[in-house]
């Protein structure tokens, strides 16, 4: 998606050269004008899959799945990173370790909110190593429903979690890919 | 706004007498057609105030901000409850206690996101004891930024957080404000 490339090359920042903060658009502020070019790419490449509800974790995906949600006219789930007290026992449950927080998450989806008849498309910002997405997908299989496929708005390649999810058969679309980045040469994108 | 109190009526569960729960369509899985009602809602509630940015917290205000911020046609930014290694220390900062899960969060906005030019409403989806908004009110103050107000889903007036900052010359618009509720009467509004 060349507007994704062309705000990340202008917003974005390497910090170390390892750390890439879009915090301008993405995942602090959102720009949602721009949020709704990323909500209509996510409709055009899933469209006629039957998608009826977007699946995400808090806290930065809630965005992005809210505004996808409205092209796709149907309901949005986020998944919950810290077993409130409210939350109840009927519930399905993943663990996925955040690197950027350095913990465990256990993650969790009431079981009203997800079951059989459902057929999701999971979307988040960053796919990374891919743990938060393996718990997703693990939590999408576990209620019986159909997974479409996964939304990634970036996609850092060089860590592998698209890769290895792909090889299970996962369809990920991912609106820009990086390839590799550091200090020296930037963000290079696939 | 009565369609927001029928969808209470008929979607929400009281646990306990004392817990209300509406995760159906406001805080696990989000009804985005009815999210545009309360967006629209609270855009004829502050249109004209000049606003140009939506401010709240993470998690459960996020979907409501992003779909709020579509009807001011202006960005949203959310406060943050982690401090993750990668935000930075060039940020705002306030405490809120957190009752659902009892304990303190330090609370950030990145100083790049919000300034004296800004002119800020608030939008969550709870007002209980006020702490979460007492915290972002704070932040705004620490900006610069002028507040127009703060926009509500669900008051629990008996908490008094409400009454509270009105007092302090807040202006808070709630969609459904709760009066009381216990096992015997049920959801009791104002």
Known sequence: MDSLIEKIRSEG?????????????????????????????FYRLYRGCGVNKILTIEASGIGIACITAQFFDCNMV????????????????????????????????????????????????????????????????????????VGIVIEKAFQGGGDMLRRQGVRIESLATIERMNAEEGIVFA
């Open 78 to 149: 986020f998944a919950k990173k810290s077993k409130s007290a409210n939350l109840g026992d009927d519930v399905y449950t993943s663990v996925a370790h955040s690197y950027t927080y350095n913990r465990d998450n256990v993650i969790t989806v009431s079981k009203r909110y997800l079951s059989k008849g459902d057929n999701v498309l999971i979307v988040d910002d960053f796919l990374a190593r891919g743990a938060a997405l393996t718990a997703l997908i693990d939590i999408v299989n576990l209620s019986g429903a159909s997974l479409s496929g």
């Open 13 to 41: 920042r390497l910090l170390d050269g390892s750390i890439l903060k879009v915090d301008s658009f993405l995942n602090h502020q959102i720009d949602i004008g721009f949020m709704k070019e990323i909500g209509a790419e």
